[in-house]
């Protein structure tokens, strides 16, 4: 797993670690010792703690006046024993609520299982989101199964044009761009 590296090549857009307003601002990246672990196994030290001891992330871009956020992800997401989406929630996404984002890509390749428990912070999460959403972005198939078992599914697009194989070849503002217009069209479909 430690050399499973979170998508770098858009740091000349986008800095996690210079933005003032972000919750990593500050934070000095040692590359030199490997400290961070899910179950026993070490990982890049890019990735960035965000309360869970399983799952990690790198907020990717952010674009405060687009209501804009990329946040890519590692490891396993356990809402049954360690409650990550109550971490997350708490951690990062109420952090940037507060500056008006409202339109969240989570990035899921590295996602690699899911158990979920109930679904009241992803609840929460969608009747916080107001004229934005949430999506899912190339999650593995079998943890989107075991995401819709939990009814998570209700609060997250996914699946379709919205799996975006390609999405590192892209401009961050042009993966947004696209993916707004992906979910604008379903939402007029209702």
């Not at 858009?10 to 210079?18: E, G, T």
Request: negative net charge; glycine residues 4%.
């Amino acid at each position: 797993m430690h050399q499973i590296e979170p998508y770098y090549n858009w740091l000349k857009f986008y800095n996690v670690s210079k933005d003032p307003n972000s919750p990593y601002d500050g934070k000095e990246y040692n590359f030199d010792l490997y400290s961070e672990n899910i179950y026993g196994y070490y990982i890049d030290p890019h990735w960035d703690f965000m309360g869970s001891e399983t799952l990690y992330i790198k907020i990717l871009f952010v674009d405060y006046e687009q209501a804009y956020i990329v946040i890519e992800f590692i490891g396993e997401w356990n809402d049954a024993i360690n409650n990550d989406i109550m971490h997350f929630k708490r951690n990062i996404v109420d952090h940037f609520n507060a500056y008006d984002i409202n339109k969240y890509i989570l990035i899921g390749e590295n996602v690699l299982n899911f158990h979920g428990s109930d679904d009241s912070y992803y609840e929460e999460w969608f009747e916080d989101m107001e004229d934005g959403w949430i999506c899912a972005i190339n999650f593995r198939d079998f943890v989107l199964d075991e995401m819709q078992q939990y009814n998570i599914d209700s609060y997250l697009n996914s699946g379709g044009e919205l799996d975006v194989v390609n999405w590192r070849t892209l401009k961050p503002q042009v993966l947004c761009s696209r993916i707004n217009e992906v979910i604008s069209r379903r939402i007029d479909l209702v």
